[in-house]
């Protein structure tokens, strides 16, 4: 029996109810399949840096190696600046383990309202591939004259070729492997960014030549923005640096119901080191502890990892079984207009399973 190792890393906030939730439905699925699921939970965390003063152990990368995923929660706390628990824990390992493609899809699923009026269940259907490890989040910069009226910052992008070709060959991949409308549109402002930009259009356009059989276009990332409010149901898949796809994700994540629905994946593609997975809700401190969090998004990101591990089955099951406790709409949490709790959605998911 194949035997699947995860590092679940919990976090702050609902990320530690939302992970439990998602271990529970992992666990009902895992009794009727041929695998096993073997969880190690680390207690990384803002409780642990205000402890330790950092976020994870200083071999935390090496501890993290040998597991075949990353199951992450939810990072952040209202005491710490959010460029502390960044820095701290996501970046490391999304750049130690070249976690370089980041899938973020966005579904409107049935029984979910929509702010966009005149839309159907699946009318959106759509997935963002975010650069995940160089681009505008790129650690390069400094201060000069700290503190001082004078002070100057610099934040410097970084886009290489190799970087630029390989997360939009991963987006033309996976727009075949969809089968949909078999469409890639990048994203770029290469009118105001004369270097960073013009590399990643040049790029995508060498790209495209091996892919004839994708349509393609090209959107500066403020049309992207209000086409993502006014015609969302012509994308398929979207390709973007690292703030561009941040910033479309959220759209996407509000026009089909949901911070709660927000499912990710920070992929590494050659399989050479361990994916990380993780909701993009935040760890939502506000709703913390009531029991009220949405686990959905959480649900649908263990069925992105359960895809990338190659159970594509149990994957499929997952997302089905959420699919149909919005349909019936009788266990819906605050976010999306009910009043479940956390354990009643979660019990319905597993039931439906």
């Not at 009026?117 to 681009?135: A, C, M, Q, S, Y």
């Not at 989040?137 to 400094?142: K, M, P, S």
Request: glycine share 8%.
């Amino acid at each position: 029996m194949k035997t699947y190792k995860i590092a679940v890393i919990p976090g702050d906030g609902i990320g530690v109810e939302v992970v439990n939730s998602s271990i529970k439905v992992l666990k009902a699925l895992e009794k009727n399949k041929d695998y096993k699921l073997e969880f190690h939970e680390f207690d990384w965390s803002s409780e642990y840096y205000f402890k330790n003063g950092i976020m994870m152990p200083k071999d935390g990368i090496e501890q993290l190696k040998s597991f075949d995923a990353i199951f992450l929660g939810a990072v952040g706390h209202p005491d710490i600046q959010d460029h502390i628990t960044l820095n701290g824990l996501l970046l490391p390992i999304r750049r130690a383990f070249d976690q370089f493609a980041c899938v973020r899809p966005s579904i409107l699923y049935p029984g979910v309202n929509t702010p966009i009026k005149d839309l159907k269940p699946f009318d959106i259907d759509l997935v963002v591939v975010r650069e995940n490890t160089e681009g505008e989040y790129a650690n390069v910069g400094g201060f000069q004259y700290q503190n001082f009226p004078d002070e100057v910052a610099v934040q410097s992008a970084v886009f290489t070729r190799k970087g630029c070709e390989r997360v939009i060959r991963f987006a033309f991949e996976l727009t075949i492997e969809r089968n949909k409308k078999m469409h890639l549109t990048s994203i770029t402002k290469s009118n105001a960014q004369g270097y960073s930009m013009v590399l990643w259009d040049r790029t995508f356009e060498e790209v495209k030549k091996d892919y004839p059989q994708v349509t393609t276009d090209s959107l500066l990332i403020d049309a992207a923005c209000m086409d993502f409010i006014r015609k969302p149901q012509n994308f398929d898949v979207v390709v973007a640096s690292n703030l561009f796809g941040d910033i479309l994700t959220d759209i996407g994540a509000i026009i089909t119901g949901s911070m709660g629905l927000a499912s990710s994946g920070n992929i590494d593609p050659t399989k050479k080191s361990p994916s990380m997975f993780e909701p993009t809700h935040g760890s939502a401190p506000d709703i913390a502890g009531k029991g009220i969090a949405n686990p959905m998004a959480q649900i649908l990101t263990a069925g992105i990892m359960m895809k990338h591990l190659g159970e594509h089955e149990s994957a499929e099951i997952i997302e089905n079984s959420v699919k149909n406790v919005l349909d019936l709409g009788e266990s819906i949490s605050p976010d999306l207009g009910g009043n479940s709790t956390t354990s009643e959605v979660t019990r319905s998911i597993i039931s439906n399973l």
